[in-house]
């Protein structure tokens, strides 16, 4: 017994599947000859949403990576490899190492999603031991910052956070006022590419798959063979060197335009000019400063213009930082809100892309192909979709959370719930964003090549985001007919 505590780690350290930071604050400060890392690969976490076989190939390969590079610099880390052991969870695994290795102490970087968190803090409690959380510094928003600026007000609006934290970081300000004189750009940004179609896309860069990810491909073919999605043509970034030249492709080649079309549409181009950096972002492969910063820079050498620059930082400065701030200030009794009573059961046809409505054949189709869509595309095709046949919110949730390589709940549960079906009844946006077939006709071409007629509301080639459209109206006059935000819509169904 004696020699067995000598032996005992002073603490050991847990790192989770998306906290592969190369810069992860405790492993820093970790000492290789007393501590360890703990990492396991656990089915739960595959299969507690029914996972795309991209989002689980993506965590299990960037995971080993970092493993790997742990170990390159001495450390003592324990990795629990998938099929090589027989812990249904992460509770259960760590349960075991705990028992075996029975450190001083537990640190950990505070998990991003609460169900996690919760499950470690009672896994360690049951081990009789203390935990340290450390909040995790990827974030340019702490916490308590957060919480702070939400104890200020009634209702939480995204601009107000949004400016709040220009002022507080200086990114695009000229002393106390924004670069340029606007804190917004949104009209400058929403073109579609008009009948002529975008110009020759630059081509993202690709990923080919090593032999860690080819290893990890060949493992989820065989563990999860019914899971949603291909692994044909995966070639996400895996790594922090590869995060970083995914960041570098984007801004010399499509930060220019990424503003100007962010919500645009069209048919067979999945990515145009987005940046293709949430999943690198959301692993922490990739530090939001870096991307801010890199952003910045071009704006400088005149590589970007203003507006583009603007709507890029306003989605990784803003909207990120934000939902993140709503998703830990209204857990864990966010997940269950149902503001608008909706209960219709999520489509089959979600999980096959088997539509004759092109608009969600092509952003399903892309998404079981990349485990990508971009966000009008969750928002506007998918989201609205949803929203507007009243699918029960929660399911919604659990689609997007199985289906995009980016899907971590911290993120995914605000957009959806919040932002895309009005499930918390207007606490994180003001207003449903509903609209009809003639809004998805002007932002793509999905139109043209589809048996529905936009403009259609009734009749045989009536088109369903119409027809759901006039009745969304109806159904939910009461509540909206007199919303500020909403009002001209509901006025519209009078006329
Ligand atoms: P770009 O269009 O290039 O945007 C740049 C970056 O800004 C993104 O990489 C992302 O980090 C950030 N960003 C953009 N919009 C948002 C937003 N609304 N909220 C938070 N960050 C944002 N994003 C996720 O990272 N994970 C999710 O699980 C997720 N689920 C979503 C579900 C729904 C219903 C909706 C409407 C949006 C969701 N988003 C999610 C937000 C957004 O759609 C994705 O971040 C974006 O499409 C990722 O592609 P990109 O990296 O090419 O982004
Ligand atoms: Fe989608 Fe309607 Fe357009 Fe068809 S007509 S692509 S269903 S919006």
Redesign the pocket.
């Known amino acids: 017994m004696a020699r067995e505590s000598q032996a005992s780690p002073d603490q050991c350290v847990v790192i989770l599947g998306d906290q592969l930071d190369p810069a992860h604050l405790l492993v820093a400060k970790l000492n290789p000859a007393r501590d360890r890392v703990f990492m396991a690969e656990v089915r739960e976490e595959s299969t507690h949403v029914w996972s795309h076989k991209a989002r689980i190939a993506l965590f299990l390969s960037a995971m080993r990576h970092f493993r790997d590079d742990l170990r390159s610099r001495d450390l003592k880390v324990q990795y629990l490899e998938l099929g090589r052991h027989s812990h249904a969870s992460l509770a259960a695994a760590l349960t075991a190492e705990l028992k075996l290795h029975r450190p001083q102490r537990v640190t950990m970087l505070q998990a991003g999603e609460a169900r996690v968190q919760a499950a470690i803090e009672a896994t360690v409690e049951r081990a009789g031991l203390p935990l340290q959380v450390v909040e995790d510094p990827h974030f340019l928003v702490q916490s308590k910052t957060f919480r702070a600026w939400l104890g200020q007000r009634k209702q939480p609006r995204l601009e107000h956070f949004y400016r709040a934290t220009r002022k507080q970081t200086g990114i695009l300000m000229q002393g106390d006022e924004p670069l340029g004189g606007q804190w917004n750009y949104d009209t400058a940004n929403r073109a579609s590419f008009g009948r002529q179609g975008p110009a020759q896309l630059p081509l993202p860069p690709a990923f080919p798959p090593d032999k860690i990810t080819r290893d990890v491909i060949r493992l989820v073919n065989r563990e999860f063979p019914d899971h949603p999605g291909t692994l044909h043509s995966f070639d996400w970034p895996v790594t922090p060197a590869d995060a970083q030249i995914a960041l570098r492709d984007?801004v010399d080649h499509r930060l220019a335009s990424?503003g100007t079309y962010?919500d645009a549409m069209w048919t067979g181009e999945p990515?145009l000019y987005?940046?293709?950096?949430?999943?690198s972002?959301?692993l922490k492969l990739l530090n939001p400063r870096d991307v801010l910063d890199a952003a910045g820079i071009s704006l400088q050498d005149n590589a970007a213009p203003l507006a583009c620059v603007e709507g890029?930082v306003r989605?990784?400065l803003g909207?990120?930082e934000?939902?993140r701030g709503i998703y830990q200030a209204r857990m864990p009794e966010y997940a269950g809100l149902n503001a608008l009573g909706a209960e219709q059961d999520l489509p089959a046809f979600f999980w096959t892309a088997d539509t004759d409505m092109v608009c969600l054949r092509e952003a399903i189709t892309q998404t079981l192909q990349y485990g990508?869509?971009?966000?009008i595309q969750?928002?506007m095709i998918?989201?609205l979709f949803c929203l507007l046949l009243g699918v029960r919110p929660q399911q919604?949730h659990a689609w997007?959370?199985a289906v995009?390589v980016?899907?971590?709940e911290w993120?995914?549960l605000?957009?959806?719930l919040g932002?895309?079906q009005y499930a918390d009844g207007g606490y994180l946006a003001s207003k449903p964003y509903v609209a009809s077939g003639k809004y998805i006709d002007r932002m793509s071409n999905y139109c043209k090549g589809c048996r529905y007629n936009p403009a259609h509301a009734t009749g045989e080639d009536a088109c369903p985001y119409t027809t759901l459209y006039w009745d969304f109206l109806v159904q939910h006059r009461e509540r909206f007919a007199h919303h500020p935000r909403t009002a001209l819509q509901w006025r519209n169904l009078e006329r």
Do not use: K
């Open positions: 984007f990424f962010q990515f987005h940046s293709l950096l949430s999943s972002l959301n890029f989605q990784v909207w990120r934000y939902v990508y869509a971009h966000h969750r928002l998918t989201g919604v997007y959370l995009y980016d899907a971590v993120v995914e605000p957009n959806t932002m895309s």
